[in-house]
T-cell receptor, first 110, second 112 residues
Framework: TQLLEQSPQFLSIQEGENLTVYCNSS?????LQWYRQEPGEGPVLLVT?????EVKKLKRLTFQFGDARKDSSLHITAAQPGDTGLYLC??????????FGTGTRLQVTL | NAGVTQTPKFRVLKTGQSMTLLCAQD?????MYWYRQDPGMGLRLIHY???????AKGEVPDGYNVSRLKKQNFLLGLESAAPSQTSVYFC???????????FGSGTRLTVV
């Protein structure tokens, strides 16, 4: 069974701070995706990275896929209250299946 | 566009009762999945389908059955509900890797 561990599990920061969330595994994945989930809703895709070492930017969010395709990070610059939510990484496998990480719950306060 | 629609949104069952959760997608996606989400355990795959008429077991399939008779629908059945099946259930679909999943808004099931 492929496992994806995220750290930290919880993060409470003030508006304007920077943060990084990590997603680590001992397994190699064909792709790595990040989702954000808000209470009462399903996860929503933020980004997909497929190449080792790949970096993608989405406004204030920067995503990186590790060179060995076993890990990933999500960096948020100048966090805003609208960034609050549960962040999930997910590794791609056979039959387009995804293995999800344990999640990082982020709270950004004014 | 509706995307992925799950029904019902909430349900309370008594131990031993049965029910079916319906997932419908209007994006002509080939792949569909059922996950359960529990606190501290993330999303775990129950069953999945790679196309109409196909189903396969995921990580936690015991106590559940599925059917995909039509491409747009993926049904999850609980034959004899148990308290351990209290969870939030999510359906998702995709056209195929590396395209991301589109999720439904979930079904919150409580088994008492």
């Amino acid at each position: 069974t492929q496992l994806l561990e995220q750290s930290p599990q919880f993060l409470s920061i003030q508006e304007g701070e920077n943060l990084t969330v990590y997603c680590n595994s001992s397994s190699v994945f064909s792709s790595l995706q990040w989702y954000r989930q808000e209470p009462g809703e399903g996860p929503v895709l933020l980004v997909t990275v497929v190449t080792g070492g790949e970096v993608k930017k989405l406004k204030r969010l920067t995503f990186q896929f590790g060179d060995a395709r076993k890990d990933s990070s999500l960096h948020i610059t100048a966090a805003q209250p609208g960034d609050t939510g549960l962040y999930l990484c997910a590794g791609g496998g056979t039959a387009s299946k995804l293995t999800f990480g344990t999640g990082t719950r982020l709270q950004v306060t004014l | 566009n509706a995307g992925v629609t799950q029904t019902p949104k909430f349900r309370v069952l008594k131990t031993g009762q049965s029910m079916t959760l319906l997932c419908a997608q209007d994006m002509n996606h080939e792949y569909m999945y059922w996950y359960r989400q529990d606190p501290g355990m993330g999303l775990r795959l129950i069953h999945y389908s790679v196309g109409e008429g196909t189903t396969a077991k995921g990580e936690v399939p015991d106590g559940y059955n599925v059917s995909r008779l039509k491409k747009q629908n993926f049904l999850l059945g609980l034959e004899s509900a148990a308290p351990s099946q209290t969870s939030v259930y999510f359906c998702a679909s995709t056209q195929g890797a590396p395209t991301g999943y589109t999720f439904g808004s979930g079904t919150r099931l409580t088994v008492v």
